[in-house]
């Protein structure tokens, strides 16, 4: 079992639109977790940190559940600029490691 | 503006030949890191570091090695480049307080 599992899209939406997806992680024990987004071709770059109380970032909302071991992300007023992959990452304990997942691929369409 | 480089951005190689790929940081991280990255999949770290004279194997065997002299530096060497070796290869240190940071990847080609 992979230890960081997404749905891999794509999500096809409209301007304008609310889109939301999870991921799933495997290791309880896991301290930190992330949303990356990356371009075509590009690095990943840090989108937010995900908090236990869930947190927002402008149009961005990031939860956790530590129970059910997800994380979610909720992109509000999409733009044509948020057409991208979504990484998931998950710090593992105290080694300061991250692990990926495969990514989340959202277009946004005019 | 970027703190951390990696060069070269595309390199297009025979087989056998031997490559290094650099990585240099200017933000003073202790921390850095190697993954790789075939299109469409997951980062696999193949590499790390703490600090100088510190390093170790990732999650993802690796025919690579590196080296970790200064600790702005930290080169990745293929001995023996082979088409399997075929992937992206990005570069990341990481401060504890602000995450990581990548590198805009080396794109390798094996031929």
């Known amino acids: 079992r992979k230890e960081v599992e997404q749905d891999p899209g794509p999500f096809n939406v409209p301007e304008g639109a609310t889109v939301a997806f999870n991921c799933t992680y495997s290791n309880s024990a896991s301290q930190s977790f992330f949303w990356y987004r990356q371009d075509c071709r590009k690095e990943p770059k840090l989108l937010m940190s995900?908090?236990?109380s869930g947190n927002e970032d402008g149009r961005f909302t990031a939860q956790l559940n530590r129970a059910s071991q997800y994380i979610s992300l909720l992109i509000r007023d999409s733009k044509l600029s948020d057409s991208a992959t979504y990484l998931c990452?998950?710090?593992?304990?105290?080694?300061?490691?991250?692990?990926f997942g495969a990514g989340t691929t959202v277009t946004v369409r005019a | 503006e970027a703190d951390i480089y990696q060069t070269p951005r595309y390199l297009v190689i025979g087989t056998g030949k031997k490559i290094t790929l650099e990585c240099s940081q200017t933000m003073g991280h202790d921390k850095m890191y190697w993954y790789q990255q075939d299109p469409g999949m997951e980062l696999h770290l193949i590499h790390y570091?703490?600090?100088?004279?510190?390093?170790e194997k990732g999650d993802l065997s690796s025919e690579s090695t590196v080296s970790r002299i200064r600790t702005e530096h930290f080169p990745l060497t293929l001995e023996s480049a082979r088409p399997s070796h075929t992937s992206q290869y990005l570069c990341a240190s990481a401060d504890t307080d602000y995450g990581y940071t990548f590198g805009s990847g080396t794109r390798l080609t094996v031929v």
């Open positions: 990452v998950v710090l593992r304990g105290r080694d300061y490691k991250l692990s």
């Open positions: 995900v908090y236990s």
């Open positions: 570091s703490y600090g100088v004279n510190s390093t």
